[in-house]
Every structure is written in C-alpha cells, then in structure tokens.
Nanobody, 124 residues
C-alpha cells in the first residue's frame, strides 16, 4: 500500500511558477513509476507527466513540454512537478499517482495509487 500526499499548490499570476511535491509512504517508493495528472472543473482528468522508477526517463503531455518538469528523489520518497510559464488554462486540481509499472505511460488506468490532489489556480 502506498499513500501519496501532494503539496505546493496555490494561486499564482499568469507567467508565474509553482513547484508541486508529492511525498509517498512506504519503503518501496523507488520501485514505482510516478505520474502527475490534472483535472479542471467540468473536465476529465488529463495526463501531465510521468517518470520511470529510476528517474531515467520522462514523458509529458504536448501542452506541458518545455514548461513543466517532473523529477524525483528516491531518498526522500518524493516526486516533483516544476511548472513554469503558467497560464489560466493550467488551473486545475493536480494529482500525484504511483504505478507498479516501473515505466508507465500516460494512461491513468496504469496507476494504482492516487493522492488527494492539490489545487492550482492561475489568474490572468
């Protein structure tokens, strides 16, 4: 069982930056692929980024490439999402997820554990 707790969300102006963190419980964090997803009001949950168990490979949704960076620190059981050049369309609840698949892709049905989410609001 893995429990995930996100933090770092908040209100930011367009063009600003935020860094989200997700801390995982348990001693097997380094064996999980990790991902970030987001859900805007009235919309489906969308893939944002994923990172393999070692941090050696990452994938991003097209609209996040060049603006968002996913990383992980296995010694701290933490995965991060650095978000730059934010715009109002990035407003959403952001969720961290863990997959038993060490090399997950972008489908949310690959992920086994989810955090409670953290709200990101970007004002224009």
């Amino acid at each position: 069982q893995v429990q995930l707790v996100e933090s770092g969300g908040g209100l930011v102006q367009a063009g600003g930056s935020l860094r989200l963190s997700c801390v995982a419980s348990g001693r097997t964090f380094s064996s999980y692929g990790m991902g970030w997803f987001r859900q805007a009001p009235g919309k489906e949950r969308d893939f944002v980024a994923t990172i393999t168990w070692s941090g050696g490979a990452t994938r991003y949704a097209d609209s996040m490439k060049g603006r968002f960076t996913i990383s992980r620190d296995n010694a701290k059981n933490t995965v991060y999402l650095q978000m730059n050049s934010l715009n109002p369309d990035d407003t959403a609840v952001y969720y961290c997820a863990a997959s038993r698949n060490r090399w997950p892709r972008g489908s949310d049905n690959e992920y086994d554990y989810w955090g409670q989410g953290t709200q990101v609001t970007v004002s224009s």
